[in-house]
């Protein structure tokens, strides 16, 4: 297969393989608390006007507040087209309707400022301003899960297999190893105590604080070390793991990018106007980043890491193309591809196999596509043709 020239790749992505950050239609004086991703809705929690949520990649953005009778979210989980929102001032709320209506989950959960939700199967912890509440019915009802804890606000909760950590204003970082019946601090290292933000990355665990950038511990928090190296900005607001990469947000120094477990940081903030960064999201091709006051912007992950074209040297080879049912992907290894149409949007995504990978696309409509696929840190994409 000859090397597709960039230039007739680029123009299949014009939609959204920008080179710099581009700014979204969401009302540009919004503060942006949170983001999630159900399928290819991407949400974004605001500071006062509740959740907004885009179906084309941040084009277009609507409200979706029906029933949510708080409108100040501060963090989303999701699972599977469950989606939870934690609010200051009103509990937390699910939609199994990808935010088309809200229903308030708060039996046994009289702390109503809540600022963290997160999810392990069938169990449900939410982060409220004084404790951790514990649901292992999905939210049905709650209970108090307070031994070793301290009267706090639990702004951050991060899940790695049956270890629960949860990131708190003024004293660090607990863990339960046990559903939250007991918790203990695990500080070693950390020198702040003001946790905005947990990130597991595999058996990794990545904390950003208020002022002292961020902490890596790779033993269940028993030590920490500071990996601030690059950072322009030691106010972290939000992590997000990609992969094999890590993505900052910072208050005043933007975005970061690192592909080496936090040991080097780079800006991107190319086309940023706002650096006072508060939150992260992914969804299809995209990174969103939230900002204080000036809305939701995007890049593309196929600009912003790099994309090589499939070649005659590349140990992935796809085939027929064009292709009519089915394509065939033959890879050295394990990745996961998707097929992108030219709006953005993502249409199928599936895993690959180590070896050859039958991909069904029947069901897409005639027309020329974009196949990306992710294997470790490496990207490569190609255009296929649908007949």
Same mark, same amino acid.
């Given at each position: 297969?000859?090397?597709?020239?960039?230039?007739?790749?680029?123009?299949?992505?014009?939609?959204?393989?920008?080179?710099?950050?581009?700014?979204?239609?969401?009302?540009?004086?919004?503060?942006?608390?949170c983001?999630?991703?159900?399928?290819?809705?991407?949400?974004?929690?605001?500071d006062?006007?509740?959740?907004?949520?885009?179906?084309?990649?941040?084009?277009?953005?609507?409200?979706?507040?029906?029933?949510?009778?708080?409108?100040?979210?501060?963090?989303?989980?999701?699972?599977?087209?469950?989606?939870?929102?934690?609010?200051?001032?009103?509990?937390?709320?699910?939609s199994?309707?990808?935010?088309?209506?809200?229903?308030?989950?708060?039996t046994?959960?009289?702390?109503?400022?809540?600022?963290?939700?997160?999810?392990?199967?069938?169990?449900?912890?939410?982060?409220?301003?004084?404790?951790?509440?514990? %649901?292992? @019915?999905?939210? #049905? +009802? !709650?209970t *108090? &899960?307070? /031994?070793?804890? $301290?009267?706090?606000?639990?702004?951050? =909760?991060?899940?790695?297999?049956?270890?629960?950590?949860?990131?708190?204003?003024?004293?660090?970082?607990?863990?339960?190893?046990?559903?939250?019946t007991?918790?203990?601090?695990?500080n070693?290292?950390?020198?702040?105590?003001?946790?905005?933000?947990?990130?597991?990355k595999?058996?990794?665990?990545?904390?950003?604080?208020?002022g002292?950038?961020?902490?890596l %511990?790779? @033993?269940?928090? #028993? +030590? !920490?070390? *500071? &990996?601030? /190296?690059?950072? $322009?900005?030691?106010?972290?607001?939000s =992590?997000?793991?990609?992969?094999?990469?890590?993505?900052?947000?910072?208050?005043?120094?933007?975005?970061?990018?690192?592909?080496?477990?936090?040991?080097?940081?780079?800006?991107?903030?190319?086309?940023?106007?706002?650096?006072?960064?508060?939150?992260?999201?992914?969804?299809?091709?995209?990174?969103?980043?939230?900002?204080?006051?000036a809305?939701?912007?995007?890049?593309?992950?196929?600009?912003?890491?790099?994309?090589?074209?499939i /070649?005659?040297?590349?140990?992935?080879?796809?085939?027929?193309?064009?292709?009519?049912?089915?394509?065939?992907?033959?890879?050295?290894?394990?990745?996961?591809?998707?097929?992108?149409?030219?709006?953005?949007?993502?249409?199928?995504?599936?895993?690959?196999?180590?070896?050859?990978?039958?991909?069904?696309?029947?069901?897409?409509?005639k027309?020329?596509?974009?196949?990306?696929?992710?294997?470790?840190?490496?990207?490569?994409?190609?255009?296929?043709?649908?007949?």
């Amino acid at each position: 297969m000859k090397k597709l020239l960039l230039f007739l790749l680029l123009t299949c992505l014009t939609s959204f393989a920008k080179a710099q950050w581009q700014q979204t239609t969401l009302p540009s004086t919004e503060t942006i608390r949170c983001f999630a991703a159900v399928g290819s809705n991407i949400f974004a929690g605001t500071d006062i006007h509740g959740v907004y949520t885009s179906t084309n990649n941040g084009v277009n953005w609507t409200q979706v507040n029906n029933g949510l009778t708080c409108t100040y979210p501060q963090c989303f989980a999701v699972s599977g087209t469950n989606l939870y929102t934690a609010t200051s001032g009103g509990g937390v709320f699910l939609s199994t309707d990808n935010g088309a209506d809200w229903s308030a989950i708060n039996t046994g959960l009289p702390d109503i400022n809540c600022y963290s939700v997160a999810i392990s199967g069938t169990n449900v912890y939410a982060g409220s301003n004084h404790t951790v509440y514990y %649901s292992s @019915n999905s939210g #049905t +009802s !709650w209970t *108090a &899960v307070a /031994n070793g804890l $301290t009267d706090n606000y639990y702004f951050t =909760i991060a899940i790695i297999s049956s270890d629960i950590f949860t990131g708190t204003y003024s004293d660090g970082v607990f863990l339960s190893s046990n559903s939250g019946t007991n918790w203990a601090p695990v500080n070693s290292g950390m020198t702040n105590d003001t946790v905005w933000t947990l990130a597991a990355k595999g058996t990794s665990l990545y904390a950003g604080t208020h002022g002292n950038g961020i902490f890596l %511990s790779t @033993n269940n928090g #028993t +030590s !920490w070390t *500071a &990996v601030n /190296n690059g950072l $322009t900005s030691l106010y972290v607001r939000s =992590i997000l793991v990609d992969g094999t990469r890590l993505i900052a947000a910072t208050q005043g120094g933007g975005v970061f990018l690192s592909n080496n477990n936090g040991a080097l940081w780079t800006p991107i903030n190319t086309g940023l106007t706002n650096l006072v960064m508060w939150s992260l999201g992914k969804c299809g091709p995209y990174l969103y980043a939230g900002t204080f006051d000036a809305g939701v912007w995007r890049r593309s992950f196929s600009e912003l890491y790099g994309i090589d074209e499939i /070649n005659e040297d590349s140990r992935i080879t796809v085939y027929p193309n064009p292709a009519i049912d089915i394509i065939t992907i033959k890879s050295a290894q394990k990745a996961t591809m998707e097929i992108i149409n030219i709006q953005g949007q993502t249409i199928l995504q599936q895993q690959l196999q180590q070896g050859k990978t039958d991909i069904d696309i029947s069901g897409i409509a005639k027309g020329i596509y974009i196949l990306r696929i992710n294997c470790n840190d490496k990207t490569e994409v190609t255009r296929i043709v649908k007949e």
